[in-house]
Structure formats: C-alpha cells, structure tokens
C-alpha cells in the first residue's frame, strides 16, 4: 500500500482530522454562547460601525475566534485604505 | 496527615470514571498511601463492583450522612492492600439524598486520618456532579477520544474553573493505537490542544480492563498489563513523581519501553 503518498495526500480525509475540526468549531460555539449564525451578525455590526468612520476594504477584513489556553478571543484584522485613497 | 481530596469526574457517562476511581486508589494504597475512596453516584452504585467489595457493604454514604451510622462502620476495607477503604453509594436513593455541604463535612472528617480522598462522581453537570466537586482539592476529567466525550470534558472543565477548583488534570481513556495510527482516532495531542489543559495519563483500550472487573480486580493490583501501568503512573504522577507517558505502540515491546524508561529517568 502506498501509504505514504495517502499519508501525503489524504491527511484531511482521515476521520481523526475531521473530528478535531469539528471539535474546534463546535468548542468555540459552546465556550462563548455564541452560534455561527450570531458571529456573522456581530461582523457585519462591527464592519459597518467601523466603516462610519474610517474606510475600509471589507473583503480584505478578517474577524476570526482564536483560541487562547481555554480562552476565547475575537481577533479581528482590519486593513484601513490609505487616507489620500479615501479623499478621491 | 492531610489528606488530598481528589474528584474524579467527565460530564458523559461510561468514559471511565469508575474504572479510573479504583485502579487510581489500588495503586495509591499500593504505594503505601492511606486511602479513602467515596461513590458519590448515588442510586447507581458501582464503585464496590469494579472493587470486588460488593458483598461486604452494610452501610452506605446516605447512612453515614443522616446519622444512622459513624464514619468508621461505613469503610469497608480492602484485605488486598494495607489501607484502602470504600464508602460505598447508596443504591435506593437519589442524588439529593445529600448535598455538596454534607460532602464537605465528610470529607473534613477524614482528612487528618489518610492520605487521599478519591470521589468518583456521577455523569452530568448537576446535583451529583456539584456533591462530588464540592469538597475536591483536585479535579481528574476522564475523557475517551472522540468527540461527544471531548466536547463534554470541555463544559466540565469550565463549570470546575468557574467553581474556582481548577485547573483539572486530563485522563484520556480508551486510546486504540492501531485506529491512531490509521488516522481513524483523535490521539493524545489532539485532544490536549482542543482542551488546554494538563495531560496527567492516557490509558490504552485495554480487554485486561474487561476481564479484571469481572473479577472485581483492578487491573492496577499487578502492573502486568498496559491499562494497569498506565494507572500505576497516574497514581505516582498524582504524588508529584515526572514519570514519562507510556509508549502505546502495540509493536513496542516490553523491553522497548523498559530501555525508555531507563534513558528518559524515572526522577
Ligand atoms: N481502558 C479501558 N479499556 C477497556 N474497557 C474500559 C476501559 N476503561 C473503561 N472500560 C469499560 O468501559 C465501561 C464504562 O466504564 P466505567 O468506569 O463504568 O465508566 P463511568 O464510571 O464513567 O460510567 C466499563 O464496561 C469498563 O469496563
Ligand atoms: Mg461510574
């Protein structure tokens, strides 16, 4: 068996790597009461109170859970366009 | 002596908890330690089983509470070990037939009378649950690998930190190495950067397990299979001892292990 070319190739079909994915998200989701649905809410509320002041690429905007130790945190990284872009 | 209290608990059912309890306490009391263990799975009893203690019971921990019985009268001692005693459960009664105060006083009663004090709880996270963590001075989560068991030791290792009793120790329990090995089991690592939390032994899927609570002898009373070292380690890791974790490696021989063993240091 070409186990290694499978071992190379297949890592995130194995069921071990799906299961800790699913975990991953599953334990953010529990940890912080918050469910997918409302994490994409709060983005959009944070993307649109940021870019009433500032301009900004919300394509290029990434707001993502990390987690910490046993902590969660919402870690957003938001490029700001250049202020002479803004002013044309 | 002050006795440590240790809880020993998970959030599912049938991960473990049972079986960790008394191989945890025989090889404690086999090390020369004094050691009380309490079933605190009130009306579902099995502490004395997986003993082999179950035909010595009079009284229980609900007698010992409401007063129909001194401290004493309700550790049934085990004759294999020099000083390993059970309270066993009630088996007629519920959960609320005692409170997390009662447990404290019970405890404190035998604190300065041995060494350890080993809980063995209940699944779930309510009144059993808060019983057997009221009076711990240290938490074992015990947990399989996969993932309705992590995800639940994860809620249980946040209600023992908001309970200010943490940080819990992790027991990974039921490791197969050959479905490790195929990519078809979370392994050790896996689960230690989902849950951040200690590692304090990873115990193998092991039939010496099966057949030794047939018997009522915890594989831990001989250090002949992988299961019963692994707890053996535990229990030395739980006094404080740096003992290297097990190889699981079913191609791993004894010999392996043993020269591992040597070259790692077992200081
Ligand atoms: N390492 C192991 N290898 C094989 N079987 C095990 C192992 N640990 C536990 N078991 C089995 O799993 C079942 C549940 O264990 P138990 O200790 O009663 O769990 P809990 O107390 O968490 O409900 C029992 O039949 C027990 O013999
Ligand atoms: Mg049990």
Known sequence: ?88 | MAAKVLTITSGKGGVGKTTTTANIAVALAALSYKVVCIDADIGLRNLDVVLGLENRIVYDVVDVVEGRCRLRQAMIRDKRLPELYLIPAAQTRDKNAISPSDMVRLCDELRNEVDWILIDSPAGIERGFRNALAPADLVVVVTNPEVSAVRDADRIIGLIEAEEKGPARLILNRVNMNLVKRGDMLNADDVLELLAVELIGIVPEDEAVVVSTNRGQPVALDGKSKAGLAFQNIARRLNGEQVPFLSLDEKDGFFARLGRMFRTGGA
Request: proline share 5%; no cysteine; aromatic share 2%.
């Open chain 1, 1 to 88: 068996m070409a186990g290694w070319l499978e071992q190379l190739l297949g890592k995130k079909d194995k069921s071990a790597e799906q299961a800790k994915e699913r975990l991953k998200l599953v334990l953010i989701h529990d940890r912080t009461d918050l469910t997918p649905h409302q994490l994409e809410v709060m983005k959009n509320e944070l993307l649109e109170v940021i870019s009433r002041h500032v301009a900004i690429d919300p394509s290029a905007v990434k707001i993502d859970m990390a987690q910490d130790g046993r902590e969660q945190r919402l870690i957003a990284d938001i490029p700001l366009k250049p202020a002479n872009a803004r002013r044309r």
